[in-house]
């Protein structure tokens, strides 16, 4: 399930940046400071460490997070906004799902981060879009989000071309997950 840790930070990012309150740096810019600065070689950051990338972004806060899975089929997934300034944990939540909705999962813990975080409210239009986003993400099997998951990660690593293949299955197999279009059309420049 490795490859889930850059899926799940990639569709929380596309719902969180739909608070046009708000200004999400993209998951690119932030791994590319992460490589430079030889930090995260595991995968994990720490609140200092999440600290000073916020400040060499010029982000005030960076959110940060993990998830656990059982044998039984639930996810647990925490996050946490950390200011940039202090290096405190200002905020944190913990949501619990199926990993067979999981999608919903990650738009509840989203939800709940535009609350906790005194977020400004969603604009009526942008919550009615959000809400029809969930239901058609409610059909999107758990299997198309770590085909989708090992297509960012292939992203990450520099391996553009085995992204490519990984979203264009993604998408024949899956032709419900907009995520991956949307995704797919970011990676080659355009939109979706």
Same mark, same amino acid.
Do not use: C
């Given at each position: 399930?490795?490859?889930?840790?850059?899926?799940?930070?990639?569709?929380?990012?596309?719902?969180?940046?739909?608070?046009?309150?708000?200004?999400?740096?993209?998951?690119?810019?932030?791994?590319?400071?992460?490589?430079?600065?030889?930090?995260?070689? +595991?995968?994990?950051?720490?609140? *200092?460490? !999440? /600290?000073?990338? @916020?400040?060499? =972004?010029? $982000?005030?806060?960076?959110?940060?997070?993990?998830?656990?899975?059982?044998?039984?089929?639930?996810?647990?997934?925490?996050?946490?906004?950390?200011?940039?300034?202090?290096?405190?944990?200002?905020?944190?939540?913990?949501?619990?799902?199926?990993?067979?909705?999981?999608? +919903?999962?990650?738009?509840?813990? *989203?939800? !709940? /981060?535009?609350? @906790?975080?005194? =977020?400004? $409210?969603?604009?009526?239009?942008?919550?009615?879009?959000?809400?029809?986003?969930?239901?058609?993400?409610?059909?999107?099997?758990?299997?198309?989000?770590?085909?989708?998951?090992?297509?960012?990660?292939?992203?990450?690593?520099?391996?553009?071309?085995?992204?490519?293949?990984?979203?264009?299955?993604?998408?024949?197999?899956?032709?419900?997950?907009?995520?991956?279009?949307? $995704?797919?059309?970011?990676?080659?420049?355009?939109?979706?």
């Amino acid at each position: 399930l490795a490859p889930l840790s850059q899926g799940i930070a990639d569709l929380l990012l596309v719902e969180m940046s739909h608070n046009t309150g708000i200004r999400v740096v993209e998951r690119a810019n932030i791994m590319g400071l992460l490589a430079e600065q030889n930090l995260a070689r +595991d995968g994990r950051v720490d609140e *200092a460490t !999440a /600290a000073r990338v @916020g400040k060499l =972004l010029g $982000a005030k806060h960076m959110v940060t997070g993990t998830f656990i899975t059982n044998g039984r089929g639930t996810m647990v997934l925490t996050l946490k906004s950390i200011d940039t300034e202090t290096g405190i944990v200002e905020w944190s939540t913990t949501q619990t799902g199926k990993t067979e909705e999981f999608l +919903d999962l990650v738009t509840k813990t *989203a939800a !709940a /981060a535009n609350s @906790g975080l005194k =977020l400004p $409210a969603l604009t009526p239009q942008v919550r009615q879009t959000s809400e029809a986003r969930t239901e058609e993400r409610k059909k999107v099997p758990f299997q198309a989000v770590m085909l989708y998951s090992r297509a960012i990660s292939a992203q990450d690593a520099g391996k553009r071309d085995e992204a490519i293949q990984l979203f264009n299955q993604t998408i024949q197999r899956f032709p419900d997950f907009e995520d991956a279009k949307t $995704a797919l059309a970011r990676l080659n420049g355009g939109s979706n």
